[in-house]
Each structure stands twice: as C-alpha cells, then as structure tokens.
C-alpha cells in the first residue's frame, strides 16, 4: 500500500471516528454551504446526511437572491427541522437559528451595553417595531431620538443603531432604545472637542440658536457662544443682523471653561479691527458725518466709520445747556461732528456737535467776507458783517 493510499484510508477512518454527529430536531448546530442553487442552499453539518435550507427558512424576504447571500465555504448556524426530510437530507433554518441566537445577542445587549443595528419595519401607536432576526421588538417614540419626534413614520425604512433596555424571553418582549446610543455618541463627541480646544484657533460651525445677547454655534457636539460684541466691529443690537439659525460660519475660539463648560467664539476678523487703521483716516480737528446709534445720561455715541464711533459729552451737543442727549439727538440723526481727541490704544474719540457746528459757521462767514475775514475774530467777523444793518424804529 502506498503512503497516499495510507494517508486516505487514515483520513477516512477519522471522519467516522466520532466525526459523525447524532443531531436533533431542535438542534442548533453549525455547518459549511456546500453549494447554492435559486430556491435552495446545502449545507454539510458533520451528519451522514447533508442538511438543505429553502429559501422560506433562509430569509424572511421572499425576494432574497440565495447567491448573492452566502457562497460554497461560508459557515453559518442552522436550526434542525427535520433529521429526514423524506428524501434523504436534513431539513435546517437559518430562520430559527438567528431567532434561537438573537436571545443570546439581546441579552449581551441588556448587561453588557453593545449595540445592534435594527430595521424599523412599522410605526405603531407609541412607537415603532423591527424585526430583529425574527423577533418582533419595539422602540417607544421617546427612545428614538434626543428630540421629540413628531413623526414616527418618518423612520419606517430606516436601519438605527440601539441597545436593550428591556428583555422578557418567555413572554417575547424587547425594548430598545435609541436615544441611549445617541447620548453616548454625542458625550464622546463632547469630549473630543474639549480635549482639541486651542484659544485663537478657527473652527467651523452651525448657528443653533438666537438669543439677545448673541447666537449659540455647535462646534461639533459643543455649542459656544458668539457675543454680540464679537460678532462684528460695527455695533449691532441683534445677533438676527448678522446670522441665522442653521448658518454655517467660521469662527475663533476666543475662550473656553471645561469646568463650566463655556466657549467663547468670535467671528469678527482680528486683523480687519477698524481701529488699527483710526489714525490714518481721522485728524484731531476732523468735521465729519456721522450716524447716532446710542444715547446715554452723559452723552451721544456716534459712529463715524462702520465699527468706529465716539462720544459726544452733552456739554459738546449745544451751545445751550443739554442735561439729557436724546432731548436733542435722536438714534439714526446724521450729525456733523468735529474730531476732540484720538485714542486708538483704548479704541476712544471724542467727538463735538457744537465744535462741528461752529467751526461750519466760521467757514461760511469767512467765505462770505472773502479775504477781509484773515486775523479777525468772530465777533469782528459779525461785527463787520452786520454794521450797515439797521432796525426800524
């Protein structure tokens, strides 16, 4: 005898030492595909008898293409049907199997919080259903989402990624959650960002919520706050003037507290400050034009440049005595104002109506006098203007 023929008739002998299972109807077992046909796959399973899944016991999808599910060589579970199927083969489900295992799967769910993805078949009163390998299991409409959902029916179709949250095996019952998954997934996130978190850089994000005092951006599972003051040089009284809710904008990370969890961000350029370019545009002595946008007990602010506005003190509006601003100016005047004092370091003006007015009056007498009016005061300058004048007796 050849060592060939020896090493068979060894390999032979092993296959019926112990190598032949005694199986059950009820069994789960494991098995190899031996070959696929339209309507049917066979599978060795260790038995005298090959075992054969038809196409109702492999999927509950009646349009399931067999080849393109599994293919000679994939292993799979099998629950026993039949032992003789009347023809000489073991009738197996992979149905029954998953259904059989799905228990296991569910219960490592529920104690040790893994995840599994589910299909949601229908939406019903409360919530919605899916079924998971043959197991109907439910999701109540609170544990689909972080937010109230309106519309159950929007997740029909849907493949969602949940945990168990209830289990009962003899009375069929799963409850799963999504929410919880969620949570989990939005904390990481969190986390994530404020470990990345560096002052001074740029972050790209999505305007969230509008509020008096500034717009909410999320930054990526974290929402920080733009200040109304950091949303642009110019002075702005709404954030609604700038951004909307659902934008998407660039920002800065200005400051960040972990322990209180705030950021703070801007979305004015640093480099585009109006004030760095103040002196070169403005001279002490200066008359220009400019809006009023806010009236206080001591004076006027007005702007004089998009993000440059100074301070008219009540005693530079009038040359009458002004104990209230807004008596005289209101918000939205176009005033001229004459240039007191430049302080671009603390981003300062001081600003005169009065100055502005008189300096304009002085203009216009000299030009009506003509080069009469050089080294003359003003009072020279009404003096000579009006000394032919006379009033009627």
């Known amino acids: 005898m050849s060592n060939f023929e020896e090493a068979s008739m060894q390999e ?7 190598g032949i299972k005694t199986i059950h109807s009820g069994d789960v077992v494991k098995g190899v595909v031996i070959s696929v046909s339209k309507d049917a796959v066979f599978v060795n399973i260790g038995y005298m008898a090959d075992g054969v899944i038809t196409r109702e016991e492999f999927s509950h999808d009646p349009m399931v293409s067999l080849k393109d599910e599994v293919k000679p060589g994939d292993e799979l579970y099998v629950y026993i049907l039949e032992v003789n199927d009347g023809e000489g083969n073991v009738a197996l489900s992979k149905i029954k199997a998953e259904e059989y295992k799905v228990w296991d799967e569910f219960e490592e769910s529920l104690k040790e919080g893994k995840t599994i993805d589910v299909k949601i078949s229908e939406a019903v009163k409360g919530g919605v259903t899916a079924n998971v390998k043959g197991v109907r299991a439910f999701i109540p409409g609170s544990q689909l989402s972080l937010k109230y959902v309106e519309d159950l029916n929007s997740f029909v179709g849907k493949t969602l990624t949940v945990r168990v949250v209830e289990l009962d095996k003899d009375k069929k019952k799963v409850v799963l959650s999504r929410k919880g998954v969620l949570k989990a997934e939005a904390e990481a996130k969190k986390n994530d960002v404020w470990e990345s978190l560096k002052k001074g850089e740029r972050r790209t994000g999505t305007v969230t919520r ?5 717009a909410f951006v999320d930054i990526g599972g974290v929402d920080g706050l733009l200040h109304n003051q ?8 709404d954030p609604s003037e700038i951004v909307s809710v659902g934008d998407k904008v660039e920002v800065y990370v200005i400051d960040f507290d972990k322990a209180k969890g705030r950021i703070s961000l801007g979305l004015k350029e640093v480099s585009e400050n109006p004030w ?12 220009v034009e400019g809006i009023v946008v806010r009236t206080t007990d001591f004076g006027a ?3 004089i440049a998009e993000g440059v506005e100074g301070l008219v003190r009540n005693s530079e509006i ?4 002004v104990t209230k601003a ?10 001229k104002v004459k240039v007191l004092e430049i302080d671009s370091k603390n981003q300062r003006l001081g600003l005169s109506v009065k100055e502005a007015k008189n300096t304009q009056e002085r203009e216009e007498i000299k ?12 009072g020279d300058l009404l003096k000579d203007k009006f000394k032919n004048f006379k009033f009627e007796e």
């Open 210 to 214: 509008l509020a008096k005092f500034g």
């Open 367 to 378: 030009d009506f006098l003509g080069d009469k009016s050089e080294g003359v005061t003003l």
């Open 318 to 321: 009038a040359e009458e005595r």
């Open 12 to 18: 032979l002998m092993d296959s019926f030492d112990g």
């Open 276 to 287: 760095n370019s103040v002196t070169a545009r403005f001279k002490v002595n200066d008359i």
């Open 326 to 335: 807004s008596a005289v100016l209101n918000i939205g005047d176009k005033v």
């Open 230 to 237: 950091d949303l642009s040089w110019k002075r702005i009284f």
């Open 301 to 303: 602010f007005v702007e």
